[in-house]
């Protein structure tokens, strides 16, 4: 079935560091990549909706210039978190429609962040 | 916007009793998909609900959408150790941008 391969899956970094996730679809492509934040024990807050070759979607309050994310290729998706705080320490996992109709969306395994 | 509510946040139950989890959206949904996240996991699908008062069943998982597509409900029957995770519905909404509920956190005595 359907993969998206997301590394890396941990990652501790400075205070002010930059941080690259990146999201792969395996075997299907991947036009559309929703990437999420999800804080322990809570719902997936979705931040953006990237499209290959175009710009990403933010969602109210998440900041473009923090969040930088590019779709470049139908396969791969990144996430930029850019000048890192602790505040940004989360759960950040992406997510594509899985190829076919009625077979849900494919998440990746997730990246935990922590920030010190 | 659209929001899904999620109902119990929490639930624990005795190995074998039943589990029902509910949500309800503030609008029309085009359609419903539950997902299984376990413990230090990430969600995986397990079905999409479409058409007006749906019913499918996963062996032990029953899954119910409205007739008015505004609510939806998992039902599991005779929980196992193995159901423990926490069931989020979310509903499908425009430029296939998913609302994902509270999600149910589900433990089990065994």
């Known amino acids: 079935g359907a993969v998206v391969s997301q590394h890396p899956s941990r990652v501790i970094c400075k205070s002010g560091t930059s941080v690259k996730i990146e999201c792969r679809s395996l075997?299907?492509?991947?036009?559309?990549m929703f990437w999420y934040r999800q804080f322990p024990k809570q719902s997936l807050m979705l931040m953006a909706t990237?499209?290959?070759?175009?710009?990403?979607?933010?969602e109210q309050g998440v900041e473009k210039d923090k969040f930088l994310i590019n779709h470049a290729s139908l396969t791969l998706s990144t996430l930029t978190v850019t000048s890192a705080h602790p505040e940004d320490s989360s759960f950040y996992i992406c997510?594509?429609?899985?190829?076919?109709?009625?077979?849900?969306?494919?998440f990746g395994s997730g990246t935990r962040l922590t920030v010190v | 916007g659209q929001q899904v509510m999620q109902i119990p946040q929490y639930q624990h139950v005795q190995e074998g009793e039943d589990f029902t989890t509910y949500c309800n959206s503030s609008?029309?949904?085009?359609?419903i998909q539950w997902y299984k996240q376990r413990p230090g996991g990430h969600p995986v699908f397990l079905i999409q609900?479409?058409?007006?008062?749906e019913v499918k069943k996963q062996k032990r998982l029953t899954f119910q959408f409205g007739e008015a597509k505004k609510n939806s409900s998992l039902h599991i029957t005779a929980t196992q150790t193995t159901d423990v995770g926490t069931y989020f519905c979310?509903?499908?909404?425009?430029?296939?941008?998913?609302?994902f509920g509270q999600g149910t956190r589900l433990t089990i005595n065994p």
């Open positions: 997510s594509a429609p899985s190829a076919g109709s009625g077979y849900g969306y494919t």
């Open positions: 075997d299907f492509q991947a036009t559309t």
């Open positions: 990237s499209n290959e070759g175009s710009k990403a979607t933010y």
């Open positions: 609008t029309t949904l085009s359609n």
């Open positions: 609900l479409v058409k007006s008062g």
């Open positions: 979310a509903g499908g909404g425009g430029a296939q941008k998913l609302v």
